[in-house]
């Protein structure tokens, strides 16, 4: 049971938007709507910001969406604001060798 | 509202066994809709699913800590817990409990707890 793969960083202005992805395989990512998205703030607990692909919890900005393509999950973010700067982390449903679950590496984002 | 509150020591010394157990108030335990789980986060790195457990007992592990990991319910006191036994330097991490709505929702989690294995 492998991370998922996420890009260590990245980074957008005021304003713009941005798309951190992570990649799985067809044992998670690619089989499975499953995918969730959190954010983590120095310090604190993870949030969760998307589920099963592309929904949003209730309070969630509708700035904040989800997609799939094959074994890759991405979350956009638009408006970018100084306070999505964070960690984000993707997540995945999996059954590679029992029920379980895994998690990315996790994307830092700055807020130029 | 619901909380989870991890509770345990601080500190384990290498080779020794970590202990924690998490808390869930504002809300049943039992309740069928839902698993509980463990993650943790080293210092400075990712998270790390551990393990999650259903109301009845049932349990599913990280492949990679399986043998060394227990995760047990008590649904009189409405707490689960976390034993990981052998711990060395490479388990010092924030562990966290969390709610899990299935298949892929950890809704909830505890504010977190560190834990340093020192001798």
């Known amino acids: 049971q492998s991370a998922l793969t996420q890009p260590a960083s990245v980074s957008g202005s005021p304003g713009q938007s941005i798309t951190i992805s992570c990649t799985g395989t067809s044992s998670d990512v690619g089989g499975y709507n499953y995918v969730s998205w959190y954010q983590q703030h120095p310090g604190k607990a993870p949030k969760l910001m998307i589920y099963d692909v592309s929904n949003r919890p209730s309070g969630v900005s509708n700035r904040f969406s989800g997609s799939k393509s094959g074994n890759t999950a991405s979350l956009t973010i638009s408006g970018l604001q100084a306070e999505d700067e964070a960690d984000y982390y993707c997540s995945s449903y999996t059954s590679s060798s029992t029920l379980a679950w895994v998690f990315g590496g996790g994307t830092k984002l700055t807020v130029l | 509202q619901l909380q989870l509150q991890e509770s345990g020591p601080g500190l384990v010394k290498p080779s020794e066994t970590l202990s924690l157990t998490c808390t869930v108030s504002g809300g049943s335990i039992s309740s069928s809709s839902y698993y509980w789980g463990w993650i943790r986060q080293p210092p400075g790195k990712g998270l790390e699913w551990i393990g999650s457990i259903y109301y009845s007992g049932s349990t599913y592990y990280n492949p990679s800590l399986k043998s060394r990991v227990t995760i047990s319910v008590d649904t009189s006191k409405n707490q689960f817990s976390l034993k990981l036994s052998s711990v060395t330097a490479a388990d010092t991490a924030v562990y966290y409990c969390?709610?899990?709505?299935?298949?892929?929702?950890?809704?909830?989690w505890g504010q977190g707890t560190l834990v340093t294995v020192s001798s």
């Open positions: 969390a709610r899990l709505e299935p298949p892929n929702n950890f809704d909830y």
